[in-house]
């Protein structure tokens, strides 16, 4: 499995961005958003089950953040909605071979980061 995250990007508080996460490969496997700012630790941002019925989420972004999956396209998208400055940070996307976690260090395969920028 390989993962090419995108969409980051520079935007305002309050402002919105959708993120996508291409897989190769065999991929119905639990997807996973995981974030890193500066300085500070990679942290759970929203993972979603192998049929996409199931997700989860950080408390700090519960009912702004969407995670969602096209299975039949191989792709995984995080929706993000009502951006704040503290929400700026490396994404990265993460495949699981087990079942749903919000760990990252029980993700086997990840991509390769894509950066949002929220300025207040």
């Known amino acids: 499995v390989q993962l090419q995250a995108s969409g980051g990007g520079l935007v305002q508080a309050g402002g919105s961005l959708r993120l996508s996460c291409a897989a190769s490969g065999r991929t119905l496997y639990v997807m996973g958003w995981f974030r890193q700012a500066p300085g500070k630790e990679r942290e759970f941002v929203a993972a979603i089950s192998r049929n996409g019925i199931i997700s989860n989420y950080a408390d700090s972004v519960k009912g702004r953040f969407t995670i969602s999956r096209d299975n039949a396209k191989n792709m995984v998208y995080l929706q993000m909605l009502r951006l704040k400055p503290e929400d700026t940070a490396v994404y990265y996307c993460?495949?699981?071979?087990?079942?749903?976690?919000?760990?990252?260090?029980?993700?086997?395969?990840w991509g390769q980061g894509t950066q949002v920028t929220v300025s207040s």
């Open positions: 993460a495949v699981r071979f087990g079942e749903l976690a919000v760990t990252s260090a029980r993700y086997d395969v």
